[in-house]
Each structure stands twice: as structure tokens, then as C-alpha cells.
């Protein structure tokens, strides 16, 4: 049943680039223009949107955090994401005119089941991301879309977390395209970009064993950091939440430019730190979270370094260089999520943690 491999988790991580290949299938409509069949919701109510509020839990609020950075640049609708478990007990300014996008793998995640029911008490419009077909969650809300991912049995979430990013991707250029921006072009160029990411996460999988082999020799660290900026900052904060729900060991994500804000504070000798850089751009972020990497690394970190094929400039400066393919800046935690998800793996299975089932958690959190 685990298809040849130790754990669930190992065999979810590599389905993720079917996973991402199915969320993907049939969205398309004759005329070449997006749909999404599952939609209750009218192109009109969509096009009344003034705010999308993105709500959920643990990993899949990372994916909300990812899905923020897309959504505001293809629709310019502002997009908040909160946590489920906080939303309704601020008060949240919320109308008709809100979209509420609950992401849920499970659909049964009590608090971002409480959190919808509160929005639609003030008349949102509720949609759900959600792979599991008739859950609460979907059945509570107005909308769907399905993640079509196929079940996922390992307590941490892996091909959830890449098909919730995807199906949130949709959703932007959906929004993008039922406003009527002149963006026909972009979204099909886009969709391109998406579909080629099955391939690209492939290949990720394929240089899998030099991430094994850094948590063979990571094996006793009790501590480790992730940084990462702007799409590839929520890709950080998911790194180290594997990283504790499976092998138990601190580990914290910062956003790469508040270092120097306070965190830099914590580097100090051989403390592992993985760093997420940008795409090489007209942004100059690649820039800058190289020159990130080049302080911590004076300061005697260990340097554990995501860059894309072909960045040269930050190879004097990584203790370990792990290669990822070339891909836009959105798609970028599309494929660099992976080997931070292997490497929590095959840390706790070196611990002789069972990766499927971690201590005191549950695969559905159907409590408050
Ligand atoms: C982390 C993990 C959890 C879930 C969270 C939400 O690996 O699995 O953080 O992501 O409990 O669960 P769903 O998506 O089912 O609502």
C-alpha cells in the first residue's frame, strides 16, 4: 500500500507532481478561457469582490501565505490570509463583498469549519480549496475547488500543501479573468508556466539523495532555521514546521530581511540554516537574500542554500548548495517546498520517529 516506500509521507512527497498535474486537469474551456466546473459562485458575484480573506490552519495557512503574493499581483483585489483559529474572535471586518477562501486538505478542521461558519453569518461569500470530496467544509460553503490530489494518509501534509497552492493559483487567475483584465495572454502563459511544474518538481525528486544525505549528517542538531523572502518566505516557515512536527527538534523561519531585526542574534556556530534565495530578477531580492546568506555565514552558520540552476553569485557563501530549477518567482515554492519536506523525512526516520503518525498530533483536527 505504501507503493515500495517506507512511509506514506515518502510516497505522498512523490506523488506531489501528479498531485499538481491532477488539480491542474480540466480547467480549461473550449474557447481556451479558465473555468472551474465546481464553482457555485456567478461570474457576477465574483466580479462584485473587493477583499479576499484566505482562512486556515498549519500548513495550509502557509499555503494561503504563498497564494497572497499571486492573488494581489494578478487581480490587484487586496488578499489578507489569517489563521483560522484567530479569525473570528477579532471582530473581522466582513460583507458581501468579501471572498472567504477556507483552504482545508481535510475539510473537517474544526477551526476553519468554526471560522466559515462565522463568516457567512455576515454574509460572505464562502469559498472552500478542499480535497477531500463531500467534507464539511466544502458542504458549508457556497463554492468549491477541489484539489483533486488524491487521499493523503502521513499526518504532515506534502502533495496537500503544492495542490492547495495550485488550486489557490487558479483561483487568482480566474479572478483576474472574470474582471476582465486585458490579461488573456498572461493567465494562458501562466497556465503554462503550472503545467510545467510536474516536470520540474520530477526532477527536484530525482536529486533527492543529496538531501538524505545532509540529514544523515545533520542527525544531531537541535536546532535549525529557515529564511526565505517574499513568495519563498511562507516556503521557510513550512520547512521548519515539518521540521518539528516530524522530528522534533526547534526550528523557526524568519522572513529573510528581518535578520537584522533580531534574529541574526540567534546565529552562532554550525547552527544549520537553510536559505531560500529568489529567482535572479529585476526585484533584486536574489541580491539581497545573498548578501543575507553571506552575513550569517561570517557569523559561522552553516549555510544550507536552495538556488535556482545557474545562480553563480551565491556559491562562494553556501556550505551546502542544493539546485533547484529554473521557475518564476511564484512558482519558485512550487519546487523548493520538496526538499525541505524530504529532509524533515528522513531526519525523523534517522530518529526513529514514526514519520506517518508524530507524536500527539492527528491527521484531522476536529476539536477547537
Ligand atoms: C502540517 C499539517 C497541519 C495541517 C492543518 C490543517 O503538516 O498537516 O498543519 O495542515 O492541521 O489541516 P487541513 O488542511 O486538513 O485543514
Known amino acids: 500500500e505504501k507503493g515500495g516506500f517506507d512511509w506514506f509521507m515518502l510516497k505522498e512527497i512523490d506523488e506531489q507532481p501528479q498531485a499538481v498535474a491532477d488539480t491542474l486537469l480540466g480547467r480549461y474551456a473550449a474557447d481556451g478561457s479558465l473555468q472551474l466546473d465546481e464553482m457555485r459562485l456567478s461570474d457576477d458575484e465574483l466580479r462584485d469582490i473587493d477583499k479576499v480573506i484566505i482562512i486556515a490552519c498549519g500548513t495550509a495557512f ?3 501565505l504563498v497564494a497572497k503574493y499571486a492573488i494581489e499581483h494578478w487581480t490587484r483585489v487586496p488578499c489578507e490570509v489569517e489563521l483560522a483559529s484567530e479569525f473570528r474572535y477579532r471582530d473581522p471586518i466582513v ?37 477531500t470530496n463531500g ?22 501534509s506534502t502533495k496537500g500543501f503544492l495542490s492547495q497552492v495550485v488550486a489557490c493559483y487558479l483561483l487568482g487567475l480566474y479572478l483576474a479573468q472574470v474582471r476582465g483584465a486585458k490579461f488573456g495572454d498572461e493567465i494562458t502563459a501562466i497556465m503554462h508556466e503550472l ?46 514546521l515539518k521540521l518539528k512536527e516530524l522530528a522534533y527538534i526547534h526550528a523557526e523561519g524568519f522572513a529573510a530581511g528581518e535578520l537584522k531585526h533580531g534574529p541574526i542574534a540567534l546565529i552562532e556556530d554550525d547552527l544549520p540554516v537553510f536559505v531560500i534565495v529568489p529567482p535572479r530578477g529585476r526585484d533584486q531580492l536574489n541580491e539581497k537574500v545573498i548578501s543575507n546568506v553571506q552575513e550569517i555565514r561570517a557569523r559561522g552558520a552553516r549555510t544550507i542554500v536552495l538556488a535556482e540552476d545557474g545562480d553563480e553569485h551565491v556559491v562562494p557563501y553556501a556550505d551546502h548548495l542544493i539546485r533547484l530549477p529554473r521557475v518564476p518567482t511564484l512558482m519558485q515554492p512550487l519546487v523548493a517546498t520538496v526538499p525541505l519536506q524530504l529532509f524533515a523525512c528522513e531526519l525523523a526516520d534517522r530518529l526513529g520517529h514514526d514519520v506517518d503518525q508524530p507524536r500527539n498530533l492527528a491527521k484531522s483536527v476536529t476539536v477547537e
Do not use: W
Open 62 to 64: 502557509y499555503a494561503g
Open 195 to 240: 503545467e510545467s511544474l510536474p516536470a520540474a518538481i520530477r526532477r527536484v525528486l530525482d536529486d533527492g539523495e543529496q538531501v538524505r544525505e545532509l540529514a544523515r549528517e545533520l542527525v544531531d542538531k537541535r536546532s535549525v532555521l529557515f529564511l526565505g523572502r517574499h513568495a519563498g518566505y511562507p516556503v521557510a516557515l513550512e520547512g521548519a
Open 135 to 156: 467534507s464539511t467544509i466544502p458542504r458549508e460553503s457556497d463554492a468549491v475547488i477541489y484539489t483533486h490530489a488524491g487521499p493523503e494518509i502521513a499526518v504532515a
Open 95 to 131: 460583507d458581501r463583498s468579501t471572498l472567504v477562501v477556507a483552504i482545508s486538505q481535510s475539510g473537517e478542521t474544526m477551526d476553519t469549519l468554526m471560522a466559515i461558519r462565522h463568516a457567512r453569518t455576515q454574509r460572505a461569500n464562502v469559498l472552500a480549496i478542499c480535497n
